[in-house]
């Protein structure tokens, strides 16, 4: 019999006897556990989402006291911005994807466990380095050089780690699935990070290349936010933010499958479309103004909407079939979809207006941008909360608290809703709100943005604290491979992993045979 | 799938269905070997990471010097000979290169360690090679031209000496018997490191020293 589980490299030998155990923080700190890795990338995504948006509303308070307004080239903002990003939105989904995606292939491990707990911790200081850069007003375009170049420094050193962590996710769907779980029947959010990593890795490999530069031009502070607007900024413009809501693709079609239980149907399909719209969100190509005004650039935005609408019209296909248990983590998800909608709309509008010669709506493209870059961004970070919520068995071992779970979602889409909502009417209108307003809009939005970060926050520590391990649950409904653990007793666990995966839904065919579908001689 | 295919104990156990099964010693636990493949897709995709920073840089290089005209590098005079013999060297070492993958495939582990050995002195030369084409062609990196030019070559001779670093540990691990025709993966991924290393700098040979 050929099995594929191997002990995790990270698994030390049981303590001899009399040799000092390790205490709490030293197990923190030195597991190579991906559980324990992903649950800590989650919990400091969630503090420093909350951190960032906080920011941003201070930001914007500080406008209306000064009366001017928010300036979008403002280090304050433009910092705000790439920390909800790069902080916020992808640790929280890459910490799911680590925690998740070994369980959800069979494995017991993730792939080059010592490289992701290297990444969780290069991540996290890095993030606070950037924070308190941000506080010495530095950051990205800062005014105080030492503070922007370490900012900056800061920045380059968390896409490297967030590359470092998507590689070991990528590589754990390649290489570590079970016998006959082919690529077309891994789980969606294991497929969407598949398509994700490399874009990810591919984009931060070229932002970290013009930090590099910024570093070794000696350039002065005005110089350095030069260099982040020419060289780095384009990475939260479209095509190339569209990366953020690639999982949430993924996370949508499991999570409808699992609250309908039943199949996805087209399951090629949509893979297809996952993997199609992960092409369109390269965007490496546009970093010059000259890459953004031409046709491939308005063909690319336009059509990273069709795979969108095509995945939403499976979904809705599937949701009509059968009708869905409603759950915090279902409602979200779908929210999650609106909000990538109102992105496309956004990234289709700006399309359009820059068609022809000049432009065609007079349209304000950077109030444009903006409003695509805050969709996305909340779209991914409400498709991370109701990740959470709807896998928590799985990812914090207990049942998330639907209250707390429902209050973090409905804050984050009124947040990021409205957020991005301002951007999108100052868009069309060529930021034609009033002053006043449109500071108060800011700051009342990042604000309930920072509270829905907290939410989740709250959401996780008390999951995670207040419950123990959750006995098997009768009549759940997991229908992959992450669910054994929680919804099998022992023994089924076992026949189970021995059984040659046959569909993308083992545990569907579990209970449907009652028993293994077919034993591998 | 033979891609995944491990060597690895079964993960729960039957119980035992009697007292004298409850205190038979457990027998050993088979060596555990890692997954194939895994160390191969992982390079791949730092490589990737790499060679996106690099790709960057060249093209950072190439917009400035277009902007800059003539003026570009007009005070510093870079001989070709030295850019075409490191070329040449490169190109050496992915014979070389391909060589020990092709010996450890067969389990021709003495072949394997004099391919790897002859990869890194070629390599060791291409860096002594860069640093006297550095010395000759003596740009400051307070002009215009310094930032990118070193951001460009010394990320390239970074990432070369990962390479030989990479190759090493490789050769460490082979020596120990981790490596073999049944488990060949490191030095497969220290030669898709390496490859991707000589294309690079094919690139970098073109753009920044053939079209000075």
């Known amino acids: 019999m050929t099995l594929t589980d191997t002990r995790s490299s990270s698994d030390t030998p049981p303590a001899a006897a009399g040799s000092p155990s390790p205490t ?78 070994p369980l959800q292939v069979g494995s017991k491990a993730i792939a080059f466990p010592r490289a992701a707990a290297l990444s969780l911790w290069t991540w996290l200081v890095s993030a606070v380095i950037f924070a308190i850069s941000l506080g010495l007003d530095g950051g990205v375009g800062g005014a105080d050089l030492e503070a922007s170049r370490l900012g900056m420094l800061s920045m380059g050193s968390m896409m490297v780690a967030l590359s470092l962590g998507a590689v070991c996710v990528a590589t754990t769907v390649l290489s570590h699935r079970p016998v006959g779980m082919s690529l077309a029947r891994v789980p969606f959010f294991s497929w969407s990070m598949l398509v994700a990593a490399p874009i990810w890795i591919l984009t931060f490999g070229s932002t970290t290349a013009h930090v590099f530069l910024g570093q070794i031009s000696q350039a002065n502070a005005a110089g350095l936010a030069l260099r982040y607007e020419a060289g780095v900024a384009w990475f939260l413009r479209a095509p190339s933010v569209y990366m953020l809501a690639i999982p949430v693709l993924g996370i949508s079609c499991d999570l409808v499958a699992q609250g309908c239980g039943r199949r996805i149907a087209r399951y090629g ?52 079939h059968q009708k869905p248990a409603v759950s915090p983590g279902l409602i979200g998800v779908l929210l999650a979809f609106l909000l990538l909608l109102g992105g496309m709309l956004a990234g289709v509008l700006e399309a359009l207006n820059t068609s022809g010669s000049g432009t065609l ?47 973090a979602i409905a804050a984050g889409l009124i947040g990021g809703g409205l957020l991005a909502t301002v951007f999108l009417i100052q868009g069309l209108t060529g930021f034609g709100l009033n002053l006043s307003f449109y500071n108060v809009w800011v700051a009342v939005a990042a604000a309930v943005l920072a509270l829905s970060a907290l939410l989740g926050l709250m959401l996780t520590l008390v999951t995670s ?57 | 799938m033979s891609d995944t295919a491990t060597l690895s104990p079964p993960e729960v156990d039957s ?73 040449l060297t490169m190109v050496m070492s992915v014979v070389t290169m391909q060589w020990a993958v092709w010996s450890i495939c067969r389990d021709d582990r003495y072949h394997t360690y004099l391919a790897i050995g002859v990869t890194m002195l070629l390599g060791i030369a291409f860096v002594n090679q860069s640093t006297f084409l550095f010395k000759e062609a003596g740009i400051a990196i307070t002009q215009p031209e310094g930032p990118l030019f070193y951001a460009v070559t010394l990320g390239h001779l970074a990432m070369v000496i990962a390479g030989l670093v990479f190759l090493l540990l490789m050769a460490f691990r082979t020596l120990g018997g981790q490596y073999s025709s049944r488990q060949p993966d490191g030095i497969g991924a220290a030669a898709v490191f390496w490859y991707a290393g000589v294309a690079l700098y094919a690139v970098i040979w073109f753009a920044v020293y053939i079209q000075k």
């Open chain 1, 24 to 101: 709490a923080l030293e197990r923190v700190i030195g597991t190579g556990e991906h559980e324990a890795i992903g649950r800590t990338f989650i919990m400091g995504s969630l503090l420093l989402m909350a951190v960032s948006a906080a920011a941003l509303a201070a930001g914007a308070l500080r406008s209306l006291s000064d009366g001017g307004p928010l300036d979008v080239t403002d280090n304050l903002w433009n910092s705000a911005l790439v920390g909800m990003v790069l902080m916020g939105a992808i640790p929280l989904l890459l910490g799911l994807a680590i925690c998740l995606i």
């Open chain 1, 269 to 320: 399909t949509v893979q297809a479309l996952i993997a199609m719209f992960g092409v369109f969100s390269f965007g490496a190509w546009t970093q010059t103004s000259g890459g953004r005004e031409n046709i491939l650039w308005i063909a690319f935005v336009a059509l990273a909407a069709v795979p969108v609408l095509g995945l939403l019209g499976l979904i809705a296909d599937t949701l009509r």
């Open chain 1, 361 to 407: 709506f007079s349209f304000e493209a950077v109030g444009l941008g903006w409003a695509q870059s805050l969709f996305l961004l909340s779209a991914a970070f409400i498709g991370g909360l109701a990740a959470l919520s709807a896998w928590s068995r799985v990812v914090l071992r207990a049942s998330a608290p639907g209250a707390i779970a429902s209050a």
């Open chain 1, 465 to 521: 604290r207040g419950h123990a391990r959750q006995p098997v649950t009768a009549g759940a409904a997991g229908l992959t491979l992450e669910w054994a653990q929680a919804e099998l007793s022992p023994e089924d666990q076992a026949l189970v992993m021995r059984t040659i995966v046959a569909s993308p839904y083992p545990l569907l065919d579990f209970r449907f045979t009652g028993e293994a579908v077919e034993e591998d001689k």
């Open chain 2, 15 to 87: 119980p035992p269905e009697s007292p004298q099964a409850a205190v038979a010693p457990t027998p050993a636990l088979p060596p555990t070997m890692p997954r194939r493949r895994e160390l191969i897709f992982g390079t791949v995709f730092v490589t990737a990471g790499v060679a996106m920073a690099l790709l960057t840089l060249i093209g950072s290089y190439l917009a400035t010097r277009d902007a800059a005209g003539a003026a570009w590098l007009a005070d510093n005079q870079i001989a070709l000979t030295q850019p075409n013999m490191q070329m």
